[in-house]
């Protein structure tokens, strides 16, 4: 035996080995019934034009073509990715200096960032209840403890009572708002933000915009002004998952003032965003016709799907994402029987306060959309 392995003193002992007691439940994808070939409980966006467009190139133009499309997706896929073409295109689209935006792993890699670049351990993230559940899960991940104001569905954003807790609660560092939220659909107007961002001077304001495209306020764009006016406490996010049709690639991106966006790239792993997915992400940017395709076609969906609804009994109010929120009589008896039919929408655990509530994605094309409405009329028992 080597002699200064056998002379080694062993370690000292410490604790035992165990992930963090306080870590949250991990996420699960949605568990569908066998059979479903609809999945509108996720809220993916229509299929992508721009993806479609580069793969019809592909075939359409011949072995030559073929050849160089193929040397140039090898290439991308060898080399590390480079996504700053990407950021300076996002930084301009929402008239922002270079060096605002940062492409990530989905916004929830960016929200992820920006809690764990300035939510300070053992201060609180107030956030809105029913809402977007990770903002809870990467407050818990950044060491800070999530509060919450109730937002129900079909009232005005609840200005007065988040003022009186940005005011009362100590501690509280971020506010983290989605705009369409999620599950209700509910939106934030303009003058409500101006307001709720004078309150969160000082501290991080978290705009979620991931379904921003499908109302009629742009929660980024307004996000977007306050960075100009020179705020380095306002973090935008925004996707490619929902109205371009490209949750599959898991880009999104953050708006900030570039010294916090500068903060956001520290807080997390290098190259977030795959070279191809950002080249497709840029295209997608690109193809503004194709934007107003998706999201116009969204828009009368969820129209008919909240009429099918209301028809049917369900309690419903307007929504201004790509889904409709209800509240049912059996919300899982009627999700039952959609699936029954292949079409998967979104339910919350019984004794839950969403036990009574579902909520259906807007389908990717027309004849998804006209199954839908039959298999809605067809389970009108449950509402």
């Known amino acids: 035996m080597d002699r200064a392995v056998s002379g080694a003193r062993a370690p000292a002992a410490g604790a035992a080995f165990a992930p963090r007691a306080d870590l949250p439940e991990p996420y699960e994808p949605p568990l569908r019934a066998a059979g479903v070939d609809l999945a509108l409980d996720a809220n993916e966006g229509s299929p992508s034009e721009a993806l479609a467009s580069l793969l019809d190139g592909l075939a359409g133009e011949g072995a030559r073509a073929e050849g160089a499309w193929t040397e140039a997706v090898l290439e991308l896929a060898r080399r590390y990715p480079d996504a700053r073409v990407l950021e300076g295109a996002l930084a301009r689209r929402f008239g922002l200096a270079p060096g605002s935006s940062l492409a990530c792993c989905g916004s929830d890699d960016a929200l992820s960032r920006a809690l764990r670049a300035f939510a300070r351990p053992g201060s609180k993230a107030l956030v809105l209840e029913p809402g977007f559940a990770m903002f809870r899960v990467h407050a818990k991940l950044a060491g800070a403890e999530a509060s919450s104001v109730p937002w129900p569905e079909g009232t005005d954003f609840p200005l007065e009572a988040v003022a009186e807790a940005l005011r009362d609660e100590p501690g509280i560092g971020a506010l983290c708002v989605a705009s369409p939220a999620n599950p209700t659909g509910a939106a934030v107007t303009e003058e409500a933000f101006d307001a ?3 309150l969160c001077r000082g501290r991080l304001l978290v705009a979620d915009g991931a379904y921003a495209e499908f109302a009629r306020f742009d929660i980024r764009a307004a996000a977007a002004r306050l960075i100009r006016s020179g705020r380095d406490d ?32 520290a807080a997390g792993l290098p190259y977030p965003v795959g070279g191809l997915a950002a080249a497709i992400a840029l295209e997608a940017l690109g193809n503004e016709a ?16 909240l009429s099918s609804l209301a028809a049917a009994g369900a309690k419903v109010r307007p929504s201004e994402a790509n889904f409709v929120f209800a509240r049912f009589r059996d919300a899982r008896g009627f999700a039952s029987a959609l699936a029954g039919r292949g079409i998967a929408v979104r339910t919350w655990p019984a004794g839950s306060e969403l036990a009574d509530a579902a909520r259906v994605g807007c389908p990717p094309d027309a004849a998804s959309l ?13 509402a």
């Open 196 to 198: 709720l961002a004078a």
């Open 234 to 265: 306002v973090v935008a996010l925004g996707t490619f998952s929902k109205a371009y049709g490209l949750a599959g690639l898991r880009v999104g991106y953050a708006l900030a003032a570039p010294s916090t966006i500068g903060a956001l790239r």
């Open 290 to 305: 194709a934007l107003a395709r998706s999201v116009a076609f969204a828009r009368e969906a969820r129209g008919r799907i």
């Open 370 to 382: 006209a199954r839908l409405e039959a298999a809605i009329a067809a389970a009108g028992g449950f």
